[in-house]
């Protein structure tokens, strides 16, 4: 699935138009992505969390050549299936 067809799916499900629930689903997209950029947590009961986890620095190996790289300290998004989807798959 991908946006669009994220976008059909809420639009069908909550009897909206195809521009409404691509606000919607634009302002869902953009309230996780600030929340996280301020090192906060999403935490969605029964479907999951969304959290920032801190990457250290480090070197690794071109693997090409074998040259080491240094690779900078990053912060990079994570999720946490909560219970109710992991129910819902099993």
């Given at each position: 699935?991908?946006?669009?067809?994220?976008v059909a799916h809420v639009a069908?499900?909550?009897?909206?138009?195809?521009?409404?629930?691509?606000?919607?689903v634009d302002a869902v997209f953009d309230g996780i992505t600030g929340t996280l950029q301020r090192g906060d947590?999403?935490?969605?009961?029964?479907?999951g969390t969304f959290s920032v986890a801190d990457r250290a620095a480090s070197e690794g190996r071109n693997p090409r050549t074998?040259?080491?790289?240094?690779?900078?300290?990053?912060?990079?998004?994570k999720f946490k299936a909560g219970k109710g989807?992991?129910?819902a798959l099993n």
């Open positions: 699935m991908n946006k669009n067809d994220l069908d499900s909550a009897g909206l138009s195809k521009g409404d629930a691509t606000k919607a947590e999403v935490r969605l009961v029964g479907f074998g040259e080491k790289i240094d690779i900078p300290a990053s912060r990079q998004p989807l992991k129910d």
